[in-house]
């Protein structure tokens, strides 16, 4: 036994080094092929000439007030360089930059900046006039307005009135122009008519070219101006690569690839003998972050960065991702790290399932270090800072929840042993009490349910119906009578004013419990089980320490409809999946139907607890801190009633869900920091249930956010940008996570096929919203009224299950408003705005699940016919009376 358990243990350590080491070596793998060699040409000479914002401006005040002294400084770096700088206004103290630059022989282009302000732009022409007129030798040209055209400052004739002005003050050895994209000039080649000559911007990145056919891209757009103005000489106003930023289309920001657009660029200009401009002397970071003019590229057009230092080399081989070692260092390290605190403590697994956990765990370090990538931005804005730091806990969690899904998929799948619980058969049979809980139920459906009861086989037990606060006669007194007809040990208890809902009516019933039981089973009102229930459920307890045995929850009406069929495949995933995986680690979920309890157990943890509305589970956690086990049967034991209507299945989840969080409060100090006598595994497995419920109380937030974050994008396009693509991408990979779980489990665990497995995630999704709205409700509130699930309700009509789901309906218009908005605004260009519009779309599809499933329900209910009675969905307590037996009882 010794050598086979250590040898079992040994060989589970080689698997998990085997798969550790694989991990590792991938993710360090992954790391190095992001870097690699650039092969640009080298470039000794100066550039042409390079456009100028002095450097250090790191805020937008900043840019308005700049030093003499910080001037000097530029220039005086920038000569070593160049020959010729080109400003692009006369503000903020840069019409002194003519004077300043004299001092170290560089020709200036004065820009003078043209906005849709047409008092400031007379104020700026006349200084503009001033400065060209006080230094006309160092001044070779006046560039009047950037982009004013596309930017729709002014019309092409306003332009053209600025431009003559300019020129006609002017002596003409100083040549005029304006700058403007190389496509505007195709479109208004009538801003040609009063320039000296053409200055077009040619930047490939923004038209979202590849790195590598960027020049071809530059010389095909420099001919298409050449053709269309062929009067006019043609200057490059600008062009350039940024360093860091968003991928547009196939063009990607990088260090790497500024140096190698530039030395090439120069280059190529020498070579055909172009005048150019490269943007930018340095970086601007207040381009930049909210409300920069140019979104996150905007600071990363510079030579030099921000403050001064020069970012890559004129020669020599250029590297693609030069810090790759950092990054493959982290990366192994955390893999190992986090794949050995899981891999140790997750079930003993054949090779693929480690395999499948240690990829998941090198997929989740990677994704964190993209984000830390993301962080690193060199001017990232404090506001990017705050939206990434809010979202780190949604990543945290959503990476967490991946891996606990991960965690039971390959459990299910490659578990090598399985948990024996000791089991046989009593010599002599106990006594069990079975409790039937009540309230205002179709008596005909109890009835058949106290039948089913009556074909026990298994000789001790008796059977306590306690009615609980029905107020009708009608509907009690039948049952009652029937009680009497199946022999003394069915007893019928009809109470008023029982406080605690089910709980206290389940505390009524064990008070009355024959003194002779041992055990309690508790069963609903429309269960009926097999015959053999007991016999086979009892052996467990040869066990001592067993003190809870739990059958699943079955149904015989899912063959009804196609929304029944749904609910009944959602249903199953837990019931042999989750609570089978559960079992295990001795760890299951008590729910309140076909479970067993020793009565002595039961008694010493307090009974049921009236103040939560899953008094089942809560029941069972408490077993648990007591040092109880459990024991759970997967097989068929008993089969009950599916929710009729979407409204009854939504109000179960709603209850479950409500429950879970008020277990978790009130006993968080055991769950979360140990404690009494729950083991880690146990531990483990509650919060991991509960973990799934909590994302989707996350989601809506998410969604919310998402859906106003949109609206602002959309309405200030230049104060919000689409947010950072690893934020989408972590909605996405959780979504992709649990729909690969339940596609993978399904077939193989529930055996009922992909068609069963879309009908449990159609069904599951329909309740994401209801079950978000539980989480907050649970978490933020404590004394919700128990809601019960009614059973043989009145059919819903089209309507009213759609005005039941006019929450989720809504918040999938205003999802689809919002994708066809980002599509309208941003575009395809920004891989970004696509995650985004993805992430939203997949936001919405939990939503666009529930309007289906109310449809089926609508359908479904439209083929049945109406049930006999209404009943409410919670239970009002009423003035405590005495019980009221039947005479036959």
């Known amino acids: 036994m010794v050598r086979n358990l250590t040898g079992g243990i040994s060989n589970a350590s080689v698997r998990i080094t085997i798969a550790l080491l694989l991990v590792v070596i991938s993710s360090a793998l992954f790391w190095a092929s992001r870097d690699f060699a650039v092969i640009a040409p080298d470039w000794g000479g100066q550039v042409r000439g390079v456009s100028y914002n002095p450097s250090h401006l790191f805020t937008e005040k900043q840019h308005r007030h700049v030093a003499a002294e910080q001037i000097d400084r530029d220039m005086a770096q920038l000569a070593q360089i160049t020959s010729r700088v080109r400003t692009y206004t006369v503000s903020s103290g840069l019409d002194r930059v003519p004077e300043i630059a004299r001092r170290y022989g560089l020709t200036i282009s004065l820009g003078c900046w043209i906005s849709s302000d047409l008092e400031q732009n007379e104020r700026e022409l006349d200084l503009c006039i001033r400065t060209a007129l006080n230094n006309r030798r160092l001044v070779d040209r006046v560039f009047v307005g950037n982009e004013a055209i596309m930017a729709g400052y002014v019309s092409p004739e306003q332009l053209n009135r600025y431009i003559k002005r300019v020129r006609d003050a002017l002596p003409n050895r100083i040549k005029i122009t304006t700058a403007e994209p190389w496509s505007t000039w195709l479109l208004y080649p009538e801003i040609a008519q009063k320039v000296d000559l053409v200055a077009v911007h040619i930047i490939p990145y923004w038209e ?100 001064g230092h020069p970012k890559f080399a004129f020669a020599g081989m250029l590297r693609n991702f030069p810090q790759w070692r950092v990054y493959a260092f982290l990366a192994g390290m955390f893999s190992l790290l986090l794949g050995l605190l899981i891999l140790s403590r997750m079930p003993r697994v054949r090779q693929p399932g480690y395999l499948v956990m240690g990829s998941l765990v090198a997929l989740i370090t990677t994704g964190l270090l993209v984000l830390l990538d993301a962080t690193s931005l060199e001017y990232i804005e404090p506001s990017d800072l705050a939206v990434i730091f809010a979202m780190v806990p949604l990543i945290l969690l959503a990476a967490t929840v991946i891996l606990t899904e991960g965690i039971e998929l390959v459990a299910s799948l490659w578990r090598m042993e399985r948990r024996a619980i000791p089991a046989a058969i009593p010599v002599e049979a106990p006594f069990v009490s079975i409790h039937v809980p009540t309230y205002n139920e179709p008596p005909a459906m109890v009835i058949e349910t106290l039948n089913a009861l009556s074909r026990l086989d298994y000789e001790k037990f008796e059977v306590v119906l306690l009615d609980n606060n029905t107020l009708d006669d009608a509907v009690w007194w039948p049952v009652a009578e029937h009680c009497a007809t199946l022999g003394a040990r069915f007893r019928f208890f009809h109470l008023k004013g029982v406080r605690g809902y089910k709980a206290g009516a389940l505390n009524e019933a064990l008070q009355r419990t024959d003194p002779r039981a041992e055990f309690v089973a508790v069963v609903d009102s429309d269960y009926q089980v097999e015959p053999f229930w007991l016999r086979r459920s009892m052996p467990f307890f040869a066990a001592p320490e067993i003190a809870l045995v739990q059958g699943p929850q079955d149904y015989r009406d899912s063959a009804e409809s196609t929304f029944k069929a749904m609910c009944y495949e959602e249903y199953r995933g837990f019931f042999h999946i989750g609570m089978v995986e559960r079992n295990e680690n001795n760890a299951i979920i008590q729910h309140g139907t076909m479970t067993i309890v020793r009565r002595g157990a039961l008694e010493g943890v307090g009974g049921w607890s009236t103040w939560c509305i899953t008094e089942d589970t809560e029941l069972g956690l408490k077993l648990f801190e007591a040092g109880y086990g459990a024991a759970y049967i997967s097989e068929s034991l008993g089969r009950g009633l599916t929710p009729d209507t979407l409204g009854a299945f939504m109000t179960q989840r709603y209850r479950w869900v409500y429950g879970a969080m008020q277990i978790m409060k009130r006993h968080a100090g055991p769950i979360f920091f140990g404690g009494r006598k729950l083991r880690w595994a146990q531990r483990y497995h509650f919060l991991s249930g509960w973990l799934p419920w909590i994302s989707d109380g996350l989601a809506l937030i998410i969604t919310m956010f998402a859906l106003v974050w949109t609206v602002l994008m959309t309405i200030a396009p230049r104060h919000f940008d689409v947010p950072m693509m690893v934020l989408s991408g972590a909605a996405i990979a959780l979504f992709a996570a649990k729909t690969a779980k339940t596609l993978l489990l399904y077939p193989k665990k529930v055996r009922s096929g992909v068609k069963g497995a879309l009908y449990a995630s159609i069904a599951g999704l329909a309740l994401t919203h209801t079950v978000a709205k539980a989480m907050w409700s649970g978490l933020l509130t404590s004394r919700k009224p128990f809601l019960r699930t009614p059973k043989c309700e009145d059919s819903a009509s089209l309507s009213q299950v759609l005005r039941l789901a006019w929450q989720e309906t809504t918040l999938l218009a205003l999802c689809v408003i919002a994708i066809i908005g980002t599509m309208i605004s941003r575009g395809f260009d920004d891989p970004a705005a696509l995650l985004w519009m993805c992430m939203l779309a997949i936001q919405s599809l939990p939503y666009l699940a529930t309007v289906v499933t109310a449809l089926l329900s609508a359908q479904s209910n439209a083929r049945r016919k109406p049930a006999t009675m209404i009943v409410p969905v919670s239970v009002a307590p009423t003035p405590e009376s005495e019980p009221v037996l039947p005479k036959a009882a």
């Open 208 to 307: 979202g070219i590849y790195i590598r056919d960027a020049l071809t891209f530059a010389q095909h757009a420099y001919k298409h101006v050449q053709d269309a103005i062929p009067n006019k000489p043609i200057i490059i106003g600008e062009s350039g690569w940024p360093s860091e930023g968003r991928t547009r289309k196939f063009a990607e920001p990088s260090l790497a690839n500024e140096a190698y657009y530039v030395r090439s660029f120069v280059q190529l200009a020498m070579h055909k003998g172009c005048d150019y401009y490269v943007i930018e002397a340095y970086d601007q970071p207040w381009k930049g972050g909210v409300g920069g003019l140019e979104r996150a590229v905007g600071a990363y057009w510079g030579l030099f960065d921000a403050e």
